[in-house]
């Protein structure tokens, strides 16, 4: 089979080198413009760019999805299958061209977390499972038929990194057998109407005021919302009119009558903030201005107000 992949980030590199390891005949690749960035502003090229390019495969990188050049040139691959791993939302012109459709690898359990940022809510929600779900595009993001899908677990301390690197394995390993069940035709296409009835959790756009830490929130619920934005875009508060990023944190429980968001430091080896049940135990932070760093090496430099 002919196929064009299409993807930006990290998580997609390893889905298309897995199509690549697999032998798979991969004929273009299609990724973002290059943006300027840093304080140079110099051109910052996709992980996936990077890649095609290293294993010299053509690359396109389009504005606008519906240019007209761009779409004589992707029909010029003559792909039989599309795979999209973390890319932008395609029109039906892109993912309707190929014979066998477009198939896109998401990270959570279809029909669940539909939407931008699937592994940061389930973790946040606490789940102790998630996974990756190959499916067919269709106009409604995130709806179509679902052709395989593959569960990880979420272990109590694991953050939205560790839960995205195991989905970029799974959804690697995925891709290869969904390809390959395409070919044979020994898969099905399950519409999502048929999966069990329950209620449904959504995973939109991640925004700042959704990383701000509210502590008259239980314990457990803080903790997770911490690990489930850590390490980006990172949960925050707020210490002496500066921000702080936590990124790992410690439970404590405890019924203790003060105020939720009060701090307790011995200035040397531990900072907690108080929430209604307990404390969060802070060890990874970042203050504004600062580097991250351990909890200690923060106390060693750092002067508390009264």
């Known amino acids: ?9 990290d998580f997609a590199v390893a889905s298309l080198k897995a199509l690549l390891d697999a032998g798979e005949n991969v004929v273009a690749v299609i990724t973002a413009p290059d943006k300027p960035a840093g304080r140079g502003q ?24 519906r240019d007209p050049q761009f779409i004589t040139d992707l029909k010029s691959y003559k792909a ?18 190929p014979p066998m459709g477009t198939i896109n690898v998401h990270a959570s359990l279809l029909p669940q977390y539909r939407g931008a940022a699937p ?14 779900t190959t499916f067919l595009l269709q106009h409604e993001i995130d709806t179509g038929n679902v052709l395989l899908a593959t569960k990880v677990a979420i272990e109590e301390n694991d953050n939205a990194g560790i839960v995205h690197d195991k989905l970029m394995i799974a959804g690697a390993e995925t891709l290869i057998k969904t390809v390959n069940g395409l070919r044979d035709k020994s898969i099905t296409p399950i519409p999502q ?18 990383c701000l830490i509210n502590w008259n929130n239980t314990t457990e619920k803080v903790y997770n919302q911490i690990r489930g934005l ?38 040397r080896s531990y900072l907690k903030f108080s929430t209604k049940d307990g404390y969060l135990n802070l ?24």
């Open 119 to 132: 592994i940061n809510h389930a973790v946040i929600n606490g789940e102790k499972e998630t996974g990756v």
């Open 80 to 97: 039989d299958l599309q795979v999209v791993v973390a890319f932008r939302m395609l029109p039906e012109i892109v993912w309707n061209m």
């Open 230 to 267: 850590s390490p980006y875009p990172a949960a925050f508060t707020y210490l002496h009119n500066k921000v702080l990023k936590v990124f790992e944190t410690q439970k404590e429980l405890e019924n203790h009558g003060k105020d939720a968001g009060s701090i307790e430091s011995d200035g």
């Open 193 to 210: 109407e048929d999966f069990p009835q329950e209620e449904l959790k959504h995973a939109p756009k991640i925004f700042k005021e959704d």
């Open 283 to 306: 060890k990874v932070i970042q203050i504004e201005g600062k580097k991250r760093m351990e909890i200690n090496d923060f106390l060693k430099g750092y002067r508390f107000e009264k």
């Open 1 to 9: 089979m002919r196929i064009v992949f299409m993807g930006t980030p």
């Open 42 to 65: 110099k051109l910052n090229q996709s992980a996936v760019k990077v890649f095609a390019e290293a294993n010299g495969l053509p690359v396109l990188q389009p504005e606008k999805l």
